[in-house]
């Protein structure tokens, strides 16, 4: 650890290195991507979500690039907790980066069985990002996030089960998204992601069909970078716990405006499909740039568009 | 089981675009990482650099390697291949690589290496490995005679290629299943790319010798790296990732039932 | 008008000959661009809105670029009414190309009014679209639109004050955008235009300040199409007046897939910027579209995807 | 008063990129419409065909023209202006235009044509056509010597050109203002491009005067053709389009306080 990183800050329980941290579910579990110096620059990342049981996840096209942007209906596809724990977790946990495991909401009793067994391994586990926002799934899943009261039962029963720091992953459909947030605020999450893909579609003209089979499938990548910077600007003027921004980075400028929205930190997701070295190529770029303001850290760029 | 290793986006510049047929075209990319470090059957996924559209890279086999360039071919469907047409000399690119377990060592020593039309690019890739240590038989299967330019080009790196046309104008007549033999022998295999009717059509052919076939197969990817589980396809242990655990397999794995 | 015209839909009260209609606040009022013969293809052209008093718009910057996008923060700068009936309507009206008046709401008072002066001249006017989503604006705007029950409000005054065809522009900011439809339904609009831009944000790094002085503007173009499609999905789900699509439409197969979805008619607005021949160049390819596939109008599109 | 007619997209392409400086190009495009349409101080925006980010195209004053071809100078600030600096030739590009009012007829016998850098752009064309008939001295100020280059290029065109330099480096010490008369004279007129504060300066140093200045003014725009209205500025009666009431406005007609 650098003690002297000008980028370090510490984020709803958790220390990491640098703000910027892998979104769930870009990154494979094989070995070499959680070595701390296999992608230098990188603050944490995030797991693949996390279900009870094994999920197959959804049939079908399942990617589908648009202007700047794409749509996935992968549908949490993962071998289960079981699995997790006993195959990923050590070889993840080995790398020494800061990791945070996906859970993905599914309902009551698997959720909280999930987070019963992550809670056993409580030492191993930097911190748990509650998923209350997956777009692709029909049990659950994002309407758990539309609506604080639903967001308020989830993140209840997530805070009794887990006792490490939690973080919750907020959805861009929420009806009122800063209703939500205080609500999720008020029920002890450690921090707030803000947020999910953005729900669209694709028609293919020449089937004239809906792309997926779900019709709908969750946006992400550069397009959407200006609504998700718009709803952190919005979260953080509703909260006081720290807010994590994600949707469409791709640039460290794009880094320095959420932070400067008020974020603590920022997830990556679909810039890692174009340049695994982004983690590295960013943090260069906020380094230069609070250098050469003669800026101290992090503090003097978190929020600084709001004074 | 490092699948990952070596995996990074390294920089190409394109140095040769080469237009063999109004839709088919050859890239040299100078990129020496790549060029050195794959082996056949093992591909690159490929991207504008500095360009957001189109966002994603796009996969393509390594056809063949020289120096510190390699190149690919490609047939122009969408987007990314109509611009790949008209890239200028010194264009630059992202190249992930390599990617994919690729086709391996053989098992016998004769292979039957068999392409539906631009399925021949890593199967080029196989015949500059392995032609010399053993009997590599080349099937290439085509629509018409549209593709005589095409089959040219590959006969000029394959001296003893066989061709097939959908509509007998050019070369015999039939898939490029058609010349093959009515078995596979105990030290033969088949590998074989192109699209998956006829990678289906090969399995359905030879029952009970799906061991002895290796077929590289084709999903949409955002990641290529293992990632995304976006480039799922069936199989008889369920879904794998083409990317990683493919885009080589043993045709005894695919489900190829569930295969549309 | 060409009555053979496979492109020809009827659409709210208008007849178009073909779907493509260009979206309110890209048209200059000058008279070369309302010619039905300048920009061939075309079926409709909105007016830029239009309110009681003249209005300055917003100052400070009003247009900033984002990936395949483009934030707008205009503020429905225009000369009011008056101006509009007395110099803007004897010039558009003479071109032969049907427009629709786009008039934004502000307050009751203001907006009867408009639609009182405007009824004085029914003949005059094809249709009137309701903007009950201007996000660029404190006094109105989108603010009506985000409900049920304040949208059903704007459009019950407005069917009472204007008698022609009524079209009403929904807000992607809608907290339930099928309820809204619903009750803009109800209260008697002829057709529903899905939907103004989307609630973004841009900062200036440079200055570490919000690009808009308002912070807020509406984001569109090409990196939105999956959005606004998956939009106009839902809402052609909930009601049975046509649907025009409208949001990043950039090609002719954008228009296919807005049509497929269920939309009646497309509206472009980003892409004449790109190109003002987009007319031109969609209807051909709709028409190519058709022909090559031997359907005989546009009743063999619209909605095919939802069978 | 049809001031759209004409106005169109036209298809451009790349003939010849030219590096001047580190940051200062001239593309020249194959456009006829274009260089046989426009007048001095009128403007094109320009935009990579079929590429969707960037997404608008960009405003650059048309500098000169010669047979079908015309030419644009500009100076690398962000992501299309870098993205011109590296196109290759054959490249094919929008060009909606012509676009603006141009500076019109000169009124007097004698034109001071004042810029700052690439201010100099719309005024080649001025001298172009006009230095024939009236008499045109030219002014322009740059940073430093480091723009020796682009003031060498720009005197190839205008023989008698005047330097001025910030640091004085180059040229004489001072800024383009610098040299000009105390007084403006009944039939001399300035026309000015630069900076906003150099325009601004100029109306100060003139406040008799301004209906004897020109200025070429900057906004950021999206349409070019007076539909948006993101590219307004503040005049004397309120706010005004300088794609379409522009980009030349008499001095006298700005509302140089509001303008930051
Ligand atoms: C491992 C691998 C190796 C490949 N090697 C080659 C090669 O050497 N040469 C070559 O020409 N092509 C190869 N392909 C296919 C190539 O990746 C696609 O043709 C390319 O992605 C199309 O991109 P596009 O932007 O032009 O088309 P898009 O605009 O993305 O799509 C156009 C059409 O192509 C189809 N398509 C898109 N992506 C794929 C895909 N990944 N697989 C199948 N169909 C697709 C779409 O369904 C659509 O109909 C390979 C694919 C894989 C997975
Ligand atoms: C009528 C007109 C004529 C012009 N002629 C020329 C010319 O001949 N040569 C030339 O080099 N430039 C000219 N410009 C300026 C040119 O349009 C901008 O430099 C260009 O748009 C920048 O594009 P970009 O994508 O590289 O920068 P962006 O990435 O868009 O922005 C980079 C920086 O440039 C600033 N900027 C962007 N657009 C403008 C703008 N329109 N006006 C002022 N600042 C802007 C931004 O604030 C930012 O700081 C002209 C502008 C106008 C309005
Ligand atoms: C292929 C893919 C799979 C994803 N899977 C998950 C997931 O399992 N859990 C989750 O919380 N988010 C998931 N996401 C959402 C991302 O973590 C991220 O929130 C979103 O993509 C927006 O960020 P981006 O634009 O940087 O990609 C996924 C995104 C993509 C593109
Ligand atoms: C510069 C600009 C000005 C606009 N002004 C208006 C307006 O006055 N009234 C309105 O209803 N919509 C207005 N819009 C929204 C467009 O009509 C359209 O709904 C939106 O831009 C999405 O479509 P697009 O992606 O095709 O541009 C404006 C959009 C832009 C970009
Ligand atoms: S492309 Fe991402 S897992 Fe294969
Ligand atoms: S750029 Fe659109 S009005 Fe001037």
Redesign the interface.
């Known amino acids: 650890m650098r003690s002297d990183n000008l980028l370090r800050v510490s984020c709803g329980g958790v220390e990491l290195d640098s703000p910027i941290v892998v979104a769930s579910g870009v990154w494979p579990f094989e070995k070499d991507f959680w070595q701390r110096d296999s992608f230098p620059g990188l603050g944490g990342i995030c797991t693949k979500a996390v279900t009870l049981n094994r999920r197959e996840g959804n049939p079908g096209t399942r990617i589908w690039e648009t202007p700047a942007g794409l749509l996935n209906s992968i549908g949490l596809q993962n071998r289960g907790v079981e699995h997790f724990l006993e195959r990923d977790l050590p070889v993840i946990s080995e790398g020494g980066i800061p990791f945070i495991v996906n859970v993905a909401m599914e309902n009551h009793d698997e959720t909280s069985e999930v987070l019963r067994r992550l809670e056993d391994m409580r030492n191993m586990i930097p911190a748990v990002e509650l998923n209350i926002s997956c777009p692709n799934v029909s049990d659950g899943g994002m309407a758990w996030g539309r609506f604080a009261e639903t967001s308020a039962q989830a993140v209840s029963m997530a805070r009794k089960k887990w006792k490490g720091p939690l973080w919750v992953k907020l959805t861009p459909q929420a009806e009122d998204i800063a209703q939500v947030a205080r609500a999720v605020e008020e029920e002890g999450a450690d921090a707030l992601v803000v947020g999910n893909t953005w729900l669209g579609m694709a028609i293919d003209i020449d089937t004239a069909r809906p792309v997926f089979e779900r019709a709908f499938a969750g946006l992400s990548g550069p397009g959407i970078f200006p609504l998700a910077l718009r709803m952190v600007w919005e979260v953080c003027s509703a909260v006081t716990i720290p807010v994590i921004g994600c949707g469409g980075v791709t640039s460290y400028r794009d880094c320095l405006a959420m932070l400067m929205a008020g974020a603590t930190a920022v997830e990556v997701g679909t810039v890692m499909f174009l340049d695994l070295q982004s983690g590295k190529s960013f943090s260069s770029g906020l380094e230069e740039y609070l250098l050469a303001r003669g800026l101290d850290g992090m503090k003097d760029i978190i929020g600084k568009a709001r004074q | 089981?490092?699948?990952?290793?070596g995996?990074?986006?390294f920089d190409g510049i394109a140095e040769k675009l080469q237009k063999i047929t109004s839709r088919v075209f050859t890239i040299d990319f100078h990129c020496p990482e790549i060029a050195h470090g794959s082996s056949p059957g093992q591909f690159v996924m490929i991207?504008f650099k500095d360009?957001?559209?189109?966002?994603?890279?796009r996969p393509f086999a390594v056809a063949s390697a020289k120096g510190d360039s390699f190149s690919v071919w490609f047939q122009v469907v969408g987007?990314m291949t109509a611009l790949l047409s008209e890239v200028?000399p010194?264009?630059k690119f992202?190249v992930?690589g390599p990617l994919g377990n690729g086709f391996g060592e053989p098992s016998g020593d004769k292979l039957f290496l068999v392409a539906g039309t631009l399925g021949v690019a890593p199967l080029l890739k196989v015949y500059e490995e392995f032609s010399g240590r053993l009997d590599c038989e080349v099937h290439l299967g085509v629509p018409d005679k549209t593709w005589k330019p095409f089959t040219e080009q590959v006969r000029q790196l394959i001296p003893g290629l066989r061709i097939f046309s959908d509509d007998g104008s050019l070369g015999v007549h039939g898939t490029c299943l058609h010349g093959l033999p009515g078995e596979i022998g105990q030290r033969e295999e088949i590998w074989a790319c192109g699209p998956v009717g006829m990678l289906k059509a090969l399995a359905e052919r030879y029952p009970q010798n799906r061991s002895g076939i290796r077929v590289s197969l084709e999903a949409?990817?955002?990641?290529?790296?293992?990632?995304?589980?976006?480039?799922?396809i069936e199989t008889v242990e369920?879904?794998r990732r083409v990317c990683?655990d493919g885009p080589v397999f043993s045709s005894e794995e695919v489900a190829w039932d569930e295969i549309r």
Chains 1, 3 share one sequence.
């Open positions: 089981m490092c699948i990952s290793e995996i990074r986006d991207r360009r957001l559209d189109p966002l994603l890279g987007k200028s010194g264009e992202t992930r949409r990817m955002a990641c290529g790296i293992g990632g995304c589980q976006g480039c799922v369920g879904k990683v």
